[in-house]
């Protein structure tokens, strides 16, 4: 478990361990964000899209592995018929291709991460405005992710009706 989770288990253990303390009353309620981005409207949507995004670069690379594979038959099928020079400057030619061609791929792939890291925020983002109006109307004071949560009664989960507000205003996240 990474330094960050720990942390924010602690934090919460602390908090509902203190706030037990004090007497007070505190509502905890959870969610589950996975289950939202795979059920929601808008998250198999951003998912549709993200992996629409993710065939055609694929496509394209298979495309670009077929132009380098046809580029080698070409120069060996030459290998008798030109001098040994000509044929190592072809491979060199060739090899600096497919390096220039890899570092494009790393950088769309790169491109392609940044994209579906920012349209997940976005959909955190929308879920957070909707957590908070539900959160208010049951009084709640907390709200964690079910996955930092050992037990929780079903009835505090409001993942159910977090993915019912999300799917009745219809949004879509752009993905550039």
Do not use: H, W
């Not at 044929?87 to 392609?112: I, M, S």
């Not at 109006?133 to 996955?147: F, H, M, T």
């Not at 159910?160 to 219809?170: F, S």
């Amino acid at each position: 478990m990474n330094f960050i989770k720990k942390t924010s288990i602690l934090l919460c253990v602390t908090f509902i361990s203190s706030a037990s303390f004090a007497k007070e009353s505190y509502s905890v309620l959870s969610l589950d964000i996975e289950k939202i981005a795979n059920e929601s409207k808008v998250g198999k949507d951003m998912q549709e899209k993200m992996q629409k995004k993710q065939s055609i670069l694929q496509s394209k690379i298979e495309d670009k592995k077929k132009e380098i594979s046809t580029k080698i038959d070409t120069i060996n099928k030459q290998k008798s018929k030109i001098s040994e020079a000509e044929y190592n400057k072809k491979v060199e030619a060739l090899q600096r291709d497919v390096a220039t061609l890899d570092g494009k791929f790393q950088a769309d792939l790169q491109e392609l991460n940044d994209k579906q890291v920012a349209a997940s925020q976005k959909l955190v983002d929308m879920v957070k405005g909707v957590v908070k109006v539900i959160a208010n109307d049951k009084k709640a004071s907390i709200v964690l992710p079910s996955n930092m949560v050992f037990y929780s009664d079903e009835k505090y989960d409001i993942t159910p009706e977090v993915i019912k507000a999300l799917d009745k205003d219809i949004k879509v996240i752009e993905i550039e």
